[in-house]
């Protein structure tokens, strides 16, 4: 008979702290299209094709460029995580709250900064390219802690390799993309780690 009660109790226990952990989650920022105003859910994906897409991420503003994919992951006033699947982001997260950006075996932490991101999913690397401030990369697996102010190339397959890279965001193809997104950027953040 003991040995039921305490049977009862305990799963009585675990199922109240379940209960409370469900309903103890922090609230969620909204989450919108800048100008469509188009409202968007934790755990939503957000594509585009042909087009570029700003959305506000709380405090932070997220650019899409042509060809992006992005999962609200976690969106809440003290945590917030997008997933880069595959395209071009340009990340502000200027706000109090740090924006992560997770990719295969990534994740970037941006606070108080700028940075843009690129996800070449077929090749299976990401550029990360800080503009102001410096991105915290964590490289799962390996934990692998960078925190760089330089542009770098990670590539995603095992064994995960990372090196610095030289780009120029305000000239070629995706030239069109920052000029879109109305952030400045001037010819000294074109970086060259040499």
Sequence with gaps: MLKQVLTVSTFLAIMALLIMQRFSLPPEVTVFDINSEETYERGELIKTTDGYLAIQIGESRVYLGKNTVLELDRIYTDQLTITLTK?????????????????????HLIHKGLASFINYDW?????????????????RGTNDYLLTPLPLSIH???PVSYQAIEVTLTTGP?????????????ETENFNPK
């Design 87 to 107: 395209g071009r982001l340009l990340v502000d997260a200027t706000g109090n709250i740090p924006l992560v950006v997770e990719t295969n075996h990534t994740d």
């Design 123 to 139: 090749l299976e690397t990401i550029h990360v390219i800080p503009i102001s401030g410096s991105v915290q990369t964590t490289i």
């Design 174 to 186: 995706a030239a069109d993309f920052y000029s879109w997104t109305d952030v400045t950027i001037t």
């Design 156 to 158: 995603e397959t095992d």
